[in-house]
């Protein structure tokens, strides 16, 4: 793995060839799905992969995610804790940035670190008004700079919610992300610029599309369980 500008997802179903997602400019990467708990065998093993190269948390609110397949350091309690201390070092590194008048070599004593939400939503409902309005304001000024980045994971009809948040609009433009089993031709979330029949098709929860620019591609996704069946 390349760092976090080619974090691999899976292989094209077509040319087998490794497809990756770049994680490296963006400060939240959307993987959107029909129901959250579809997603749950791909964030295991994409953590592990991820784990690999960057401390990688995963923020499992569904409490679903299972530590002995993801490898990596699971939070599923005090969510409250969780966005008070994301907020300090967003802090930390944006003043660091600001105060080095925006000399990004600045930002070279900080830790590159990946955080996959799993379930937005109920992850959000946790929180009290005070720490909702420190996640919007860390989510919202954040830049990729920063080194801090997110995966949110979770159902489209439960992210609907949330796009017109100042956190979303500022971070999920709709033109790229990633899709875990059937339903994307009946979302809005994931913008496509072109509309093919693979779109109506039924694939399952091993496959997805990688949508990059609009365009989508059909990939066999990353999956603990491929991986427990080849043990």
């Known amino acids: 793995m390349d760092g976090l500008a080619k974090v691999p997802v899976g292989v094209g179903k077509k040319n087998l060839n490794v497809v990756t997602i770049n994680l490296n400019d963006k400060v939240i990467y959307p993987v959107f799905s029909q129901d959250v708990n579809e997603t749950i065998s791909f964030v295991e093993e994409f953590a592990k992969v991820v784990s690999l190269n960057i401390k990688t948390k995963i923020v499992d609110a569904e409490k679903s995610v299972d530590f002995s397949k ?43 670190r990946v955080y996959i939400l799993v379930g937005v939503k109920r ?19 954040a830049e990729s700079s920063y080194k801090l980045h997110f995966v949110f994971v979770e159902s489209v009809s439960s992210m609907s919610g949330y796009t017109y948040d100042e ?26 610029s072109k509309t093919t029949s693979e779109l109506y098709e039924e694939i399952g929860v091993e496959y997805g599309f ?5 365009r989508q591609t059909l990939i066999k996704l990353l999956s603990s369980e491929i991986n427990e069946e080849v043990e």
């Open 70 to 112: 993801c490898g990596c350091e699971i939070i599923n309690n005090d969510f409250e804790g969780f966005v008070q201390e994301i907020f300090t070092d967003m802090a930390t590194r944006n003043n660091t940035y600001k105060d080095a008048n925006l000399d990004l070599s600045s930002l070279d004593e900080f830790e590159e």
């Open 123 to 141: 992850f959000i409902e946790q929180l009290s008004q005070d720490g909702k309005e420190k996640l919007n304001v860390l989510l919202s000024k």
């Open 167 to 192: 956190w979303y609009k500022a971070n999920i433009k709709g033109s790229e992300g990633l899709w875990i089993g059937d339903g994307i031709a009946d979302q809005y979330a994931i913008k496509l």
């Open 210 to 214: 990688s949508v990059v620019r609009g």
